[in-house]
């Protein structure tokens, strides 16, 4: 395609418009070339996004492609880190090193179904194939199923379809587990068990707690937020000591599919205690964040330094988040 482009006599017969977006996409590409020689893999990745205009083409599609953008920033990123890890290998580029070391380029045919190790892929790539355990980690609200899904009942439904597929992959042991907490644009945020788990039956599941909830004489998913596992095995005997199964806290908004709707308890009004900055947090009350901007407040649950919040903020791109009131350092917002 390159070397038509080139190439008078092949492109003549083109209309002039046409012609002339392939000569752009060939000089874009001609000088990413010459750019990928010697350039960094982050400043390769920030070069073509904007040069094409990426980002704002990702932006007028709306509340999808605003989570697309966080997937680009994740790659230029990646992009960096690659370079303080680069071994500098003789004859290669930052980018033939970079793409070397990327996990994601080997598909699942590349996998060995016999060999003695951990295969880590994505639910997509796992279609058709089968191990004797298989663990499924982050299973939170907003990022299984994805927040956006919500708002349309036939992306929820094809995240339950992707989630039955994950589940379904395991011969004979089934580990599903959540993060209490998740680090995310900078900021540890309170996460809430993936809504999917209300949907599994309670006489195959079996309870593991984690060393913090042990230590509080509590097991997982009784209210509180503390991470924990969920197993499923056809056997008896397995790495969790039995308990009474119980359901997971129902968080969905909105009836769909079996997942009843009901959210959180949360009191109109409460106040970090003394170990904070006494600062009244309200329903409906205009805050501001040093890194979010202006939100309003949408829901409050706990008190003291378990206190939570969840915001709609301003910024579409930021969107609704959860966050921890002790770290948020959030400031009363007076309009």
Known sequence: LLQAAGTPALVAEMR?????????????????????????????????????????LLRAEGPEGLDRIDNVRELVSSGAEALADDDGEVGLTPLDRFLQKAML???????????????????????????PVVYLTGLEDGLFPLA????????????????????TRAESVLILSHAETRRRNGETMMSRPSSFLESLPADLLEMATTPRARSQGRSNYTGGDDGGAWGRSGGSGGRWTPREPQPAPRISEGAFNGITSS????????AIDDQVEAVQISLGARVRHRKFGVGTVAEVTGAGRDMKVRIDFDDEEIGRKTLVVAQANLEPEHE
């Open 16 to 56: 002039p418009a046409a012609r002339a977006a392939l000569a752009e996409f060939a000089t874009i590409l001609g000088a990413l070339r010459e750019m990928a020689a010697d350039s960094a893999v982050n400043e390769l990745l920030e070069a073509l996004i904007a040069r094409i205009g990426y980002l704002d």
């Open 105 to 131: 380029v080997a598909g699942p045919d590349a996998l060995d179904p016999t060999a003695d190790a951990v295969t880590m892929m994505t639910l997509h790539n796992a279609k058709g194939l089968e191990y």
């Open 148 to 167: 956006r899904a919500y708002d349309d009942p036939s992306k929820l439904e094809e995240e339950r379809r992707l989630f039955y597929v994950g589940i």
């Open 263 to 270: 959210r959180y308890s949360a009191k109109p009004t409460a």
